[in-house]
């Protein structure tokens, strides 16, 4: 039971009643300090980024276009910008036109203006399970009712897709959309097999359905590989929402929206009445970064660093892991998933691990309905190299011991110990556990 001491309770909307910040929250305030090895906040390593270059394109902005950059703007974006996006689309496999185009402050208003669109209270929409913390949070705040489509190596089980359709159908409902992101998936760190593309379209195709393509990865696959987009395969059925946060820098705040034109409309009236406009001076900034710099070696270079910090990574935890821990080993993105025996509660571990000098976001956040008790998320992207084997060691030898006193308790062969490395999916286990308010996220620099 929550003990309501807050006077304004009785005048909340619906969507903001049962809203809360959790005692997770509260954890991540003190993640950012130095002694702490954090793989806890989704960012990009902006220490491979040219500084220089960046601090003269700005100056060449206010220089040149200063009066455009200070002024407000059109709610759809900058043509200029869009034609832009679309090539940075283009190189993910992805085609469009300028006009279905909508630059937003990052893919996360792409998320939620889309959620806003299309989903009333109630309204199915169908997820990966696990899936992003902030697509989760987009979702929530507009109280749709989310439902979990487990995934495993290959990504999204569009098998078990189809019988979820299946159920809905039987239910006399539809899903409003499925949101997927087929590469590099956060917080999975897996991709959508070929076949289930195809798959996944054909699916569209047959039960009438709109899916939510989050392509915030598609370019940062180690080996430069692009996967067939969505949207290549059923454009009309497709909603597309990229970013430039992992490109280029999540401090310029720019993703952009590609929708069918009738789609697109509304969502500019829509983002009018959050924001009228994005920020002019943060547009022209990416575009003279698209337009004047050599953006995509920049992209090559964040796709190396990320590749060496996940082979790190990946060697610290066979290296370190208990055996009955799993994970996933990820081809590109910036994201390990982490499956530990159900008689961890992830969420109840982070307190100590913070203690152990160690951070990971607890698995329970990639969900809608409290699984994910026994995951945790951990971003190899931002930590040095150094810093990820200690990290990992800091973390095992918390494991080990979380291991160790439930032998105890319970001896070596029960089933709150059972290994799970031999299940084929990303375990979303750990059932419920999560209280009666809500948070749609951890917080600060989790994305
Ligand atoms: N989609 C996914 C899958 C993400 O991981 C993120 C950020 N971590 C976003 C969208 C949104 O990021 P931003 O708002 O910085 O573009």
Redesign the pocket.
Known sequence: MRLDTDPYLSRYADRARDLAASEIRALFAVVNRPEIVSFAG?MPDTAAMDLGAVAELTAEVVRDHGHTALQYGGGQGREELREQLVEVMARGGAPATPDELLVTV???QG?ELVAKCFVDPGDVVLAEGPT?V?GVGALSSHQADLRHVPMDAEGMRTDLLEEALAVLKREGRRAKYVYT?PNHQ?PGGVSLSEERRVHLAELAEEHDLLLLE?G?YSLLDFEGHVGTSLRSLVPDRVVYVG?M?KTFA?GVRT?WIAAPTPVRERLVVLREAADLCPGNLTQLVVERWLTTQPWEAQVKEYRALYAEKARTMLDALEAEMPAEVAWTRPSGGMFVWLTVPRGIDTSALLAKAIVNRVAYVPGRGFFGDGQGGDALRLCFSYASVERIREGVGRLAELLQGELALLRDVFGADAPELAGRRDEPGITGGGQGGGGTSRDPGPGWGV?
């Open positions: 989704g990052g893919g996360q998320l992003y902030g992101i956060n989050d915030a970013t946060s999540p993703g994305a």
